[in-house]
C-alpha cells in the first residue's frame, strides 16, 4: 500500500495536474470538519445524517462569495462523530459513514450497513489543473445517472459529456449539448438505490458520466471552488427533496398557468390577438393564456409598445381579461443602446449594466441592435428591472416571459471579460444570468404586488430557477425525435428539481403534419407547463390552423387537461410541497422495478402517484406499447381492469393516447371550462379504481391570491378501501380555510361487477334510471362494471356500496 502511494505521488507529482495530497491537520469546527492537506483545503459539513457537503480549494481559504443556487440556511446539525485512525478519518451519521484517507486524500461514502455508495477514484479523487478544478469518481458497472437539467439524449446519462454553459441553440439536434439551462446536478442509481451529487459552481462545467471510458465519471469547473453536496437516498424522491430543500422548490403557481397557453412570433397588430382570442371562445377550445412576442415593442425596446400595432396597451389587455385571457409579454435582458429611450437612461445613470474592467458599459448586439445588458447580481439592479415591470402590470398584463437571457447575443459569445456585481467576471456570471433575471421578475413582483401569485416563464436557468420560473425547452422542431425529447427532456428536468416544464407544442421550428400536431398536443396536455408556440415565418399553427378533424381532436385533448385541472391543480401543490415533479419517470414512482429503467419505459410517465401516460410519439403510430407495473390499472377510456407487470401494446387510434389509473387510484375532474374561473365548478366528479385501498388529498384555494400562505386553503381526504363484503369510500375535510363553492360529489366507481345496496352514511340510496343520476342517488353501469354515484358535498362522507 505504501509503495503503491509513494509511487502515485511521484506519477502525479509529474503530471501537470495537482491532486489534494495528503492531510496534514483537521479540525472539529460546529458542523464540519476542516482538513488542510498538501495541496488544498477541504472542508467537510454535515448538514444532515444524509446530506453532507465537501468542499475544497487550492486557494489559501475559502470564498466568502455566496452561493447563486442554494438556498437552506446552515443548519445547525451536531449529530456526527469523527474518529481518527491510523490510514484515515471516519465521520459518522445516523445514516451515512465517510471514510477520509490521510495519504493521499480521498473519500468514500459508505450507508450505514457499511455498503460503499460512492467512492472518489484512488488515483485522482479531486484534482487541479491550474484554476481548473475536478472531482473523479469511480464508475461502477451496473450504475446510472440521472437528472442534469436541460439536456437532450436519453434519461439515463450514463456514457456521455455534457457541458454546462447556457447556450442558445435555435433548432438544435436530438444529441445537443449544451442548451439553455445549466443544472450541475445528477443522481446515481445503482441496485435500485440512489445518491445524488450537486456540484455547487456556476462556472463552466463539465460532467462526464462515462463517456469513452469505464473507470471513472468525473465533473469539474473551468474555476472556482470543488464544492458539491452529497445527497443519500436510498430513495430517488428522497435525493429530489433533499436537493430541492437545498435550492429551493417551485412556489404555487396561479391556476391559470396550469391551462393552455397560446403563443406564435409574433400576435400583431391589435386586431389580431383580438381575432384570435375570439377564435378560441368561438371554437369552444378553452385556452387561459396569450403570449405577445417581440415584435410588441417600439423597435425592440424592452418596456415599450409598438404605437402602431398596440395603440392603447390598456385597453386591449382590459378586454382580453374581460374574455378570461391573460397576457404574457416577451421580456429580454437587452436594453436598447439609444440615447433617446428612458430603460438606457434610467439604467445609464443608476450604473445598473454590465461594465467591461475599464468601467465602459458593455454593448452586446442582439434584437434591438446594440444593447446595453441590466447586471441582474446587484440588488439595485433587481429592483429598479421590478419597477419597470410592475409599471407593465398595472396595465394588464399577467406574467412575463423571459427570452434571450443566456444571456444570448448574435455572434454568441458575450466576452469573458465583462464584469457583473463590481467585478464578478462573465465566466462566472453567464450560466446565473437568467436566473437572476428571474429573481428579479419574481421579487419585483413579489413587492408590488404582494397578493398576487408571480407568473414567469424563462427560457435560461440554473440549479434554483425553479424558485421563480417555469421553463420551456427553447426552439425545437417540428419533427418526430422532438416529439420524443419533449417526453424525455421534461421528465429529466423534473429530476433535476424543475417541476413545471414543457416544450413548444407543435414544434417552433418547422410545419407539423396533421398527425404530429395532433400527438403533439395530446402529450402536451399532460405536460406541466402546456403552450402552444411557432417560429415566425411558418404555416399557421393555431388548434384550427389543420382542419375540422384535428381541431376536434386537439379540442378534446385541451378539454380534457380542463376537466382534469383540479387533479393537476393538487399535483402542483405537492410539487410546492415537496420538491418531486409532477410529470415523473417510471422509475421515480418504481424504483424497484428494473422494466422502469428500460430505454423504452422514458416514453411514457407517471402524472403524480396515480396516473400514467402513454403518449404517441411516433408519427404514424396507431398503436403504443407500454409497461404496467405490478398490480391492476383501469383503462380511463374504456374502464377496463387491466393486469400489470408486463410490456403490452395498447391501441391508441389517432384521437387518444392511452392513459391508465393506478389501483387505488382516485382523480379527480371538473366539468370543461373556457378559462380557469369562467364559472363556479358546482360537480366535482371523481374517478375511483377501488381494486386496492387507495387514498387522494385534494388541494384547492382561490387560485390567484397569496392567502393560502396564511391557512386559506382547502384539504379534502378521499379514502376508498374494499372487506370482502363491501366498499367503503369516505371524504374527509382536513384543512377547511377555504371554501369551494360547490354542491355535489359524482363519483365513479370502477371494476364493481355487482352490487345489492348503495348508502350515504348509512342510509341508502336510490336508484337512479340514468348516468349521471339527476338527483342523490346511483346508477349501476353493469357493462362498464361502474357505479355512479351522486351526493350532496359534505365536509364528512361515506358511502357503502354492498
Ligand atoms: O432569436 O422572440 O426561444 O420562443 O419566439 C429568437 C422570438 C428569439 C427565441 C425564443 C422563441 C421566440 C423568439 N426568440
Not at 100 to 129: H, L, M, Q, T, W
Not at 428 to 436: M, R, T
Not at 544 to 551: D, L, P, R, Y
Not at 642 to 647: K, L, N, S, T, V
Request: glycine content about 8%; aromatic content about 14%.
Amino acid at each position: 500500500m505504501t509503495v503503491l502511494c509513494s509511487f502515485l505521488i511521484s506519477v502525479l507529482a509529474a503530471a501537470d495536474f495537482q491532486t489534494v495530497g495528503a492531510i496534514k491537520s483537521h479540525r472539529v469546527q460546529d458542523d464540519r470538519v476542516e482538513f488542510a492537506a498538501e495541496n488544498a483545503l477541504l472542508n467537510i459539513y454535515l448538514i444532515s445524517s444524509d446530506m453532507v457537503r465537501f468542499r475544497y480549494t487550492q486557494r489559501s481559504e475559502f470564498s466568502e462569495a455566496p452561493s447563486y443556487a442554494v438556498v437552506a440556511s446552515p443548519g445547525s446539525f451536531r449529530d456526527f462523530t469523527l474518529v481518527e485512525e491510523e490510514q484515515y478519518f471516519e465521520i459518522r451519521t445516523a445514516d451515512l459513514m465517510v471514510r477520509i484517507r490521510k495519504n493521499p486524500c480521498r473519500i468514500a461514502i459508505y450507508d450505514r450497513n457499511s455498503r460503499a455508495i460512492n467512492e472518489d477514484d484512488e488515483s485522482f479523487g479531486v484534482c487541479f489543473d491550474c484554476d481548473e478544478v475536478r472531482c473523479f469518481k469511480k464508475l461502477l458497472d451496473d450504475e446510472q445517472f440521472y437528472g442534469l437539467g436541460e439536456k437532450t439524449g436519453a434519461l439515463d446519462k450514463r456514457g456521455n459529456q455534457y457541458t454546462m454553459w447556457n447556450s442558445d441553440k435555435p433548432g438544435y439536434s436530438d444529441r445537443e449539448d449544451p442548451l439553455y439551462v445549466s443544472v450541475p446536478f445528477f443522481i446515481g442509481v445503482r441496485e435500485h438505490k440512489a445518491y445524488g451529487i450537486f456540484f455547487d459552481n456556476s462556472y463552466r462545467s463539465c460532467f462526464n458520466m462515462g463517456a469513452s471510458n469505464r473507470r471513472f465519471y468525473w465533473f469539474g469547473a473551468d474555476k472556482g471552488e470543488l464544492d458539491y453536496y452529497f445527497l443519500y437516498g436510498p430513495q430517488i424522491q428522497d435525493v429530489i427533496s433533499s436537493y430541492t430543500a437545498l435550492t429551493g422548490r417551485m412556489e404555487l403557481p396561479p391556476l391559470w398557468a396550469l391551462g393552455y397557453q397560446q403563443s406564435k412570433w409574433s400576435y400583431y397588430p391589435e386586431s389580431t390577438v383580438r381575432a384570435l382570442a375570439q377564435e378560441f371562445r368561438e371554437r369552444k377550445i378553452p385556452c387561459d393564456v396569450i403570449y405577445l412576442d417581440i415584435h410588441y415593442m417600439d423597435g425592440y425596446r424592452v418596456f415599450t409598445w409598438d404605437k402602431e400595432r398596440f395603440p392603447d396597451p390598456g385597453r386591449i389587455l382590459s378586454d382580453l381579461n374581460a374574455q378570461g385571457f391573460k397576457v404574457v409579454p416577451i421580456i429580454d435582458p437587452g436594453v436598447k443602446a439609444d440615447d433617446g429611450y428612458f430603460v438606457a437612461q434610467e439604467g445609464l445613470a443608476g450604473g445598473y449594466f454590465a461594465r467591461y474592467p475599464d468601467g465602459e458599459v458593455y454593448q452586446g448586439e442582439v434584437w434591438p441592435s446594440w444593447a446595453y445588458f441590466p447586471d441582474f447580481s446587484r440588488p439595485e439592479t433587481r429592483e429598479w428591472w421590478g419597477e419597470k415591470l410592475s409599471a407593465f402590470v398595472n396595465q394588464g398584463v399577467s406574467g412575463f416571459w423571459n427570452d434571450m437571457n443566456e444571456p444570448a447575443v448574435w455572434g454568441q459569445a458575450v466576452p469573458d471579460i465583462v464584469e457583473f456585481c463590481g467585478g464578478v467576471s462573465h465566466k462566472k456570471i453567464h450560466n446565473v444570468y437568467g436566473l437572476l433575471m428571474a429573481q428579479a421578475t419574481f421579487d419585483g413582483l413579489r413587492r408590488h404586488f404582494p397578493q398576487r401569485r408571480p407568473f414567469i416563464l424563462t427560457r435560461a436557468g440554473f440549479a434554483g430557477t425553479q424558485r421563480y420560473a417555469a421553463v420551456w425547452t427553447g426552439d425545437n422542431i417540428a419533427r418526430e425525435d422532438h416529439l420524443r425529447l419533449a417526453c424525455v427532456m421534461c421528465q429529466g428536468m423534473g429530476l433535476s428539481g424543475l417541476p413545471f416544464v414543457g416544450a413548444d407544442v407543435g414544434g417552433f421550428i418547422g410545419n407539423p403534419s396533421q398527425r404530429l400536431y395532433t400527438r403533439w398536443v395530446q402529450l402536451g396536455a399532460f405536460t406541466p407547463f402546456f403552450r402552444g408556440h411557432s417560429a415566425t415565418g411558418q404555416q399557421d399553427k393555431e388548434p384550427w390552423a389543420f382542419g375540422e378533424e384535428v381541431e376536434r381532436r386537439v379540442r378534446d385533448a385541451i378539454s380534457l387537461r380542463y376537466r382534469l385541472l383540479p387533479f393537476w391543480y393538487a399535483e402542483f401543490y405537492r410539487a410546492a410541497q415537496t420538491g418531486l415533479p409532477v410529470m415523473r419517470p417510471m422509475f421515480l414512482n418504481y424504483q424497484q422495478d428494473e422494466n422502469c429503467y428500460s430505454r423504452d419505459a422514458q416514453f411514457q410517465f407517471m402524472l403524480g402517484e396515480d396516473l400514467l401516460v402513454a403518449p404517441v410519439l411516433g408519427e404514424h403510430d396507431d398503436f403504443k406499447k407500454v409497461y404496467l407495473p405490478g398490480g391492476k390499472w383501469l383503462d380511463f377510456w374504456t374502464g377496463e381492469v387491466r393486469e400489470g407487470g408486463h410490456w403490452t401494446v395498447e391501441e391508441a387510434p389517432i384521437d387518444r393516447i392511452p392513459l391508465f389509473v393506478k389501483e387505488g387510484g382516485i382523480i379527480p375532474m371538473q366539468e370543461v371550462a373556457q378559462f380557469v374561473g369562467e364559472k363556479t365548478a358546482r360537480e366535482l366528479s371523481l374517478v375511483v379504481f377501488p381494486t386496492a385501498s387507495g387514498r387522494y388529498s385534494l388541494y384547492e384555494d382561490d387560485g390567484v391570491s397569496c392567502d393560502y400562505r396564511s391557512g386559506v386553503y382547502s384539504l379534502t381526504d378521499f379514502t376508498v378501501a374494499q372487506d370482502g363484503q363491501s366498499l367503503s369510500f369516505k371524504v374527509e375535510r382536513r384543512h377547511q380555510g377555504y371554501q369551494p363553492q360547490r354542491e355535489h360529489y359524482l363519483l365513479k366507481f370502477f371494476d364493481i361487477s355487482a352490487l345489492s345496496e348503495v348508502q350515504l352514511d348509512g342510509v341508502p340510496l336510490a336508484a337512479a334510471a340514468e348516468e349521471p343520476p339527476a338527483a342523490p342517488g346511483y346508477f349501476f353501469d353493469a357493462r362498464h362494471h361502474a357505479v355512479v354515484v351522486k351526493v350532496p358535498c359534505a365536509d364528512t362522507l361515506e358511502i357503502i356500496i354492498k
